[in-house]
């Protein structure tokens, strides 16, 4: 497995996802404004991925401030904390992991600033490494859903590079590979930045998984072929009564899937619900700049004047949901039980 990103005394490097497939390269993220501009530009991408990139990104910036009063230090910190938060507004974990770090400098108090700092990088290489193991509780969960010879549909890229390494939807597929299941993957290709094309074909064939890439527009009829078997997607946000907020198309596939009476499957570890969300209708779905539509690998191709909606992402309705498969269990509706199940026997409220 590829380490997404990992921390180098005292600066972060983290695999170039925009240069994928052709170069497989780190950049060094040295302030909190390369981490920034990394999770805006999608050199770090995939919602546990934004959310470890997060919290590096305030220890950077806590190493950027010149100040040895802890409460100026904390007071400056802030504004680290409200650039992290500005950058990306769909996936969850982005939020929930500045709020674990936050929750660090609340419980600081008294502390000197380099103790504080210290504290910040141990909380970061936590979430990094709980990450690793939540990974691989949450694919040998879902692996049992999987039977030996199965085909898997994915949408975007739900991988080792979406995370702190072995991914979600397809951390499912690696576990059931582990247990001596062959599957057989069709990777969509993921428009408009072909996330499936350069990221999902590219880690499945390098760990060995048989891959079939197909273009988005084809989902439909390769499952009325009767050529897959169920379908695993990610997810950037959860809502409490199980919507699922997922890479734009998702909800296209997710329909194909009920048409073609074929199971629907949401691999998404627990800091991805929201459980302060009703539904689906209240997340936060990001726009991105017109250009990733009108042009193709650096090349004009639609007129330059043309109207463009570009959302990130769509939600899926917990209606087309089959199952949500996380490192608590496997969850069936209704979701908003089990997620309280869940929560209680995390001791949370
Ligand atoms: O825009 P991206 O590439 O960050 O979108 C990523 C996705 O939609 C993934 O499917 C999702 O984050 C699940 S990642 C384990």
Redesign the pocket.
């Given at each position: 497995m590829i380490e997404t990103m990992r921390w180098n005394e005292g600066f972060v490097e983290l695999v170039d996802q925009t240069l994928l497939p052709s170069e497989l390269v780190y950049k060094d993220c040295r302030q909190v404004e390369d981490i920034a501009e990394a999770i805006e530009s999608?050199r770090v991408?995939?919602?546990?991925?934004?959310g470890i990139a997060g919290a590096f990104g305030v220890v950077l910036g806590a190493g950027e401030i010149q100040e040895d009063d802890p409460d100026a230090f904390l007071a400056q910190l802030e504004k680290k904390f409200d650039r992290l938060a500005a950058t990306?507004p769909t996936?969850v974990n982005l939020f929930w992991a500045l709020s674990r770090m936050r929750k660090v400098t609340e419980e600081s108090r008294g502390l000197s600033v380099e103790e504080i700092r210290g504290r910040l990088l141990d909380e970061a290489l936590r979430m990094q490494q709980e990450d690793k193991e939540i990974c691989r509780k949450m694919g040998s969960n879902g692996s049992e859903l999987l039977k030996d010879g199965m085909t898997v549909l994915t949408?975007?890229?739900?991988?080792g590079l979406?995370?702190a390494d072995f991914?979600?939807?397809l951390g499912v597929i690696y576990a059931a590979k582990e247990k001596g299941k062959k599957i057989h993957v069709f990777a969509d290709e993921t428009r408009p930045?072909l996330?499936g094309a350069r990221l999902t074909a590219w880690e499945l064939m390098q760990n060995g998984i048989e891959t079939t890439l197909i273009s988005d527009n084809m989902a439909a009829w390769v499952m009325s072929r009767g050529r897959i078997d169920c379908v695993i997607?990610?997810?950037?946000r959860v809502a409490r009564n199980g919507d699922v907020a997922?890479?734009i198309g998702?909800y296209g596939v997710a329909i194909s899937a009920r048409a073609h009476g074929i199971p629907f499957y949401v691999?998404?570890p627990f800091s991805?619900i929201d459980r302060n969300l009703p539904s689906g209708e209240d997340i936060p779905i990001?726009e991105r700049h017109s250009e990733e539509i009108t042009s193709l690998a650096g090349k004009k191709i639609a007129p330059e004047s043309v109207h463009v909606y570009n959302p990130?992402?769509d939600v899926t309705p917990h209606t087309y949901v089959t199952a949500i498969i996380s490192e608590m269990g496997i969850a069936e509706a209704p979701y908003e039980e089990a997620f309280e199940r869940w929560a209680k026997s995390k001791g949370l409220e």
């Open positions: 999608l991408r995939g919602a546990p991925a934004i990306r996936a949408h975007c890229h739900a991988g979406a995370t991914g979600t939807a930045l996330q997607v990610g997810a950037d997922n890479k998702t691999a998404a991805t990001e990130a992402f």
